[in-house]
């Protein structure tokens, strides 16, 4: 079975982390801070906190931020749940703007969702395509709204040659699948430091200098072992996106005489890290997904649903007091028609070829 993703630590990351249980500092410490340096190079922020989820790192920054009840946070439904729970979490209302070709927030739909309850816009750079941030940062700030960034899903991908995470405040997730991962943790990356001193303190439990409380916080630190884990990755983020980005070339040139889906477009003034690699089936001329997922599961080629449904489309959330059902068809569409395949360093020349013809061979089923 070729996997849809694969965790790919090896002797550096086994180093440093023996090194970190020899240490005896096991809690935020050293690695963590050089985690956050590594962090700021990679969004090309003045500052990082880094934090234990993806998660956690959107409703630390919506905190920060000041966002609460009576406010509204724009963002995306095709996304996964943690979008839509973090700003939940920091108790204001969730909108949901329509999509465009790249799957991500169309600024034209956000537009017509701002009022002055609009406190934060939050796109998502999903499967590691960056959103159009030029459009989206003039439209925030034209509102008096921060942008907040979900780049959970992409680690060094630019917008006109800038890394995501330094338009707004970067919420990075380094969960097992994430093209880095440490198991568990997160970062948010800003250049406001006032924005960063809030953080650091709403982190570690609102303290600012030992049992010198200042507000109420939380518990969202980071563990040396976990940064451990991570940092080695850090250095050799441009080979893991550059295998990614050979992969996902070799599938688009594979797949594209293949009739009944669309292999996915990069923008021009992007470049995408391919998170995943996700193609679009026509279903409107009749080809059914399950079977699809089927057939490839049948030849040995894991795939995925990057979402099956809009985040919103839940009982728990449809009738939630703070989410508010905007309907969004383009996402719809794309829920209903997307499906990944597997992009990362671990898929081999011989394994594209097989899954091209898998998938050549699935759909015609
Ligand atoms: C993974 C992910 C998150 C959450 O990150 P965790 O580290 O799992 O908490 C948030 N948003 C998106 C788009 C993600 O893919």
Redo the contacts with the bound molecule.
């Keep these: 079975m070729i996997p849809i993703s694969a965790v790919a630590i090896g002797a550096e990351e086994e180093a440093l982390v023996l090194e970190v249980l020899r240490s005896g500092q096991l809690a935020q410490g050293p690695k963590v801070a050089q985690l956050e340096a590594a962090s700021c190079a990679m969004a090309g922020t003045a500052h990082a906190v880094a934090v234990?989820?993806?998660?956690?790192?959107?409703v630390l920054a919506l905190k920060a931020i000041g966002v609460g009840p009576g406010d509204e946070v724009i963002t995306t439904p095709f996304?996964?749940?943690?979008?839509l729970n973090?700003i939940i979490e920091s108790g204001a209302t969730a909108r949901f703007a329509d999509i465009g070709a790249d799957f991500n927030l169309d600024a034209s739909y956000v537009e017509a969702l701002i009022n002055d309850r609009t406190k934060a816009v939050l796109p998502?750079?999903?499967y590691g395509h960056p959103a159009e941030m030029s459009t989206l940062s003039a439209l925030a700030s034209g509102a008096g709204a921060a942008l907040v960034e979900?780049c959970?899903?992409a680690h060094g991908a630019t917008f006109d040659g800038r890394p995501v995470g330094g338009f707004g405040v970067g919420?990075f997730?380094?969960?097992a699948?994430?093209n880095i991962s440490s198991g568990?943790?997160?970062v948010v990356t800003t250049d406001d430091a006032a924005l960063a001193d809030r953080m650091r303190i709403l982190r570690n439990q609102g303290m600012r200098a030992r049992y010198d409380y200042v507000v109420p916080g939380h518990n969202y630190r980071m563990t040396d072992v976990i940064a451990a884990i991570a940092i080695p990755q850090f250095a050799r983020l441009g080979d893991i996106v550059g295998a990614r980005q050979a992969n996902a070339a070799a599938l688009s040139s594979l797949l594209a005489d293949v009739v009944g889906i669309a292999v996915p477009v990069v923008s021009p003034n992007r470049t995408h890290v391919w998170?995943q690699y996700t193609i679009r089936l026509d279903v409107e001329a009749g080809i059914d997904r399950a079977n699809v997922v089927a057939e490839l599961e049948r030849q040995g080629v894991g795939c995925g649903v990057?979402y099956p449904n809009l985040a919103y489309d839940y009982d728990c959330y449809r009738s939630h007091p703070s989410v508010v059902v905007d309907p969004c068809p383009n996402a719809s569409q794309a829920a209903a028609s997307v499906l990944s395949l597997p992009v990362h360093s671990g898929v081999t020349d011989a394994d594209l070829e097989h899954i091209a013809d898998a998938v050549a061979r699935a759909v015609r089923c």
């Design positions: 234990n989820s993806g998660t956690a790192a959107l996304t996964f749940a943690a979008t973090a998502v750079h999903l979900d959970a899903q919420c997730s380094f969960y699948t994430k568990e943790g997160g998170h990057y």
